[in-house]
């Protein structure tokens, strides 16, 4: 197994060593889909079924899978989209609330043509949205990962006063947008885009000088911001919605990917201490995730949030891994017997 896992890694290497930089991919809008009153952009690489269907974290869009998107192209048909109001996709009418998107979401899919049923994969706040599109369209999953997902669970009270400082400026940068201020306030403008773009800050991102052009001009309509906003405020609805429509996803192939620092090392020594004790909550609440599936592994990686920057292969493995499983048919379970909720503490091997 191991000997195949290589040689699938090697091939992706190889099919994609001569392309152009990773970041141009999502520089400029893939394909424009009318999904309601509004346009979602959408990006596919690769051939195949099962359909591989990645959704990004919040605030984030189809860029957050530089690292992956392109190398699972020889894998399957891979397809990464942007949220109503980010990247490339118009601004929607109704509230950011995870049932909405994965309704959404849904109605992109059959407007491309995709046939179901499709590997979901979520990252952070993206793991919640697809975790209620499995509860509202479950015949039209075959698979299942979860990249250090949203889970319902109590946070921190400093984290809740960060979320407050984080959606304060959030609106601020919104309004200014909105009335136009940005072109007398440079400072204000760079200070706003640097809340809204921070995956330059992460390793193996892929981002060119066309992607940054592209997100600078996004970053002076008010769109993304207020995306934003309305994700995070209507994220405790997005977690009512997951808890009444929760249901078993039976032996759907899954692997759940689980970070082990979430930004520690960049608190104060105070904050660090109760984020470290935050952290066997949220590895609870994973495992909680993990049980609503009776095929499913569970890595517990060491890495920070973003696993698709840290720990890519990870990503790619798991992904591949799913896939598999879907293609083995009745078989598929066997892939996953060994590790079914086992806490597989996977070492830091990337650079």
Known sequence: MRLVRLTVWMMLCCSVANAAPAGDLYAA????????????????????????????????????????????????????????GYGFSEAARTPRTSVAIASELHALLLAAKLPPPYVLVGHSFGGLNQQAFADLYL????????????????????LNRLTGSELAAGRQCAAMARE????????????????????????????????????????????????????????????????????????????VLTATTHGENELPAALRDAMVRFEPVWRAAQDNL???????????????????????????DAITHVVSAVRAGGARCRLFAADRYAHNLVPRTEQ
Request: charge should be positive; charged fraction near 20%; include cysteine.
């Open 180 to 255: 136009n201020a940005f072109r007398t306030e440079p400072a204000s403008f760079e200070r706003c885009f640097h809340w809204l773009w921070g995956l330059d800050t992460l390793p193996n991102n892929g981002i060119t000088p066309a992607l940054v052009a592209a997100v600078r001009r996004q970053a002076r309509h008010p769109a993304p911001y207020e995306a934003h906003v309305s994700e995070m405020t209507q994220l405790p609805t997005s977690e009512a919605e997951i808890r009444a429509r929760a249901r078993s996803w039976g032996s759907l192939p899954m692997v």
């Open 290 to 316: 993990a049980a609503r599936s009776t095929c499913v592994r569970h890595d517990l990686l060491q890495s920070d949030h973003y696993i698709q920057f840290y720990r890519p292969r990870a990503v790619i």
């Open 29 to 84: 809008p893939g394909h424009l889909y009318r999904v309601g009153q509004h346009r979602v952009n959408l990006i596919c690489l690769g051939s195949g079924r099962p359909v591989v269907v990645l959704d990004a974290g919040l605030g984030d869009w189809s860029p957050s899978w530089i690292p992956v998107q392109r190398r699972l192209a020889s894998l399957t048909t891979t397809c990464a989209y942007d949220r109503a």
């Open 139 to 158: 015949g039209d999953v075959a698979g299942l990962v979860f990249v250090d997902s949203t889970v319902d669970v109590q946070f921190p009270p400093f």
